[in-house]
Structures are given as C-alpha cells and as structure tokens.
C-alpha cells in the first residue's frame, strides 16, 4: 500500500519484493486472530487507521516490539516499539 501511495519505493514487482525481504530477513508470520481484531478495537491511538490498529494489537497479543518509522505509533507509550 505505501508502495503504491509513493510513500516507500520499491525496485521490483511487489511478489519478487517480498521474496527477497523473506530471504534477507527470515520472519515467522504472526496469524490475524479473533484475539487481535478484538485487540484492536481497544488500543488507543490518535488515529483511526485499522492497518495500524492490527499491527499494534498483534505486537500486544504476540508479545512482540514492533518495528516502524511511524511516528504516530512509536510515539504509543504503551506499545513497545523500536524506530
């Protein structure tokens, strides 16, 4: 998506993409839960967006830090975040 918003720029087709990241950076994929989306409807941001509510809930319910460059989530005192 912010590929496609010209947001992040990307040197391939995004399937190739993302095969090459798996490779370079070898990730578990977390499951989209029952549990999350409920998660999801309780965090507290300053924003809408449902794409970062999911990513915040699953590092809560995961017990993961999630890494971002958003501001709008790595300033979330409550959600353990690196930038």
């Not at 971002?68 to 790595?74: F, I, K, N, S």
């Amino acid at each position: 998506m912010l590929a496609r918003r010209g947001r992040v720029r990307i040197e391939s087709d995004y399937r190739s993409w993302v095969a090459l990241a798996t490779e370079t950076f070898p990730l578990r994929e977390a499951a989209l839960t029952r549990e999350i989306a409920l998660r999801s409807l309780e965090v507290d941001l300053p924003h809408r967006d449902p794409a970062d509510r999911f990513l915040a809930a699953t590092a809560l319910v995961y017990g993961l830090t999630l890494a971002t460059v958003d501001r709008r989530l790595g300033d979330a005192r409550w959600l353990p975040s690196v930038s």
